[in-house]
């Protein structure tokens, strides 16, 4: 019987191919992500958030050549259903995490890609004062964070971080 993690592993052979305006694919995004949160001996529920972060990029259709600018949504919204709070509201806030960074951060926005400043833009920019401190009350805030910084430095060329299946007891380990 195929299983949601089978169905997701396939998703990712059949369109991680895709690039989003990055210098690698999605796929190699994806695990060097992964990595970075197993090298930070994180929980498997932040590792699987981490692997399927921009999962929602791989399953609906772009609406820019940097993807889809609802794909956190979407990628929550799909994974709801399967994964724990733990995976899902961290992908869910991701996108605001980099906006509420680069709100906060005096440098955070230098060390974006050229792809993510400009999809900065198509997110909504930078977080009003209100809006950052109802960001700081959200349950996963500091997990969306740790997910975006681990985010932000998986974007590297030619760095390879394994397979998908590395992962499938860790996506087990994090289903409902
Ligand atoms: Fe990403």
């Known amino acids: 019987m195929t299983t ?35 090298q930070a001996q994180a929980s498997d529920e932040m590792v699987a958030a981490a692997l399927l972060h921009d999962i929602g ?20 919204r799909f994974l709801a259903p399967y994964f724990s709070k733990q995976v899902c509201e961290p992908i869910r806030l991701h996108a605001r995490a980099k906006r509420y960074l680069c709100s906060v951060e005096e ?15 198509l997110q909504g920019g930078l977080l009003e004062q209100d809006e950052i401190e109802d960001f700081r009350a959200e349950p996963f805030f500091p997990l969306a964070i740790k997910l975006r910084r681990w985010v932000e430095e998986s974007k590297q060329p030619g ?3 394994g397979c998908f299946s590395d992962y499938r007891a860790a996506l087990q380990q994090a289903m409902l």
């Open 4 to 38: 949601i993690i089978d169905q997701i592993e396939q998703l990712y052979a059949d369109k991680g191919c895709g690039q989003y305006g990055e210098a690698i694919s999605q796929l190699q995004h994806a695990l060097q992500c992964a990595e970075l949160a197993r």
């Open 57 to 76: 990029h791989l399953l609906e259709d772009s609406d820019s050549e940097f993807g889809n600018v609802d794909a956190d949504r979407i990628g929550a």
């Open 159 to 161: 760095l390879d971080a």
């Open 107 to 121: 440098h955070y926005f230098a060390t974006l890609s050229a792809a993510s400043r400009y999809s900065l833009k």
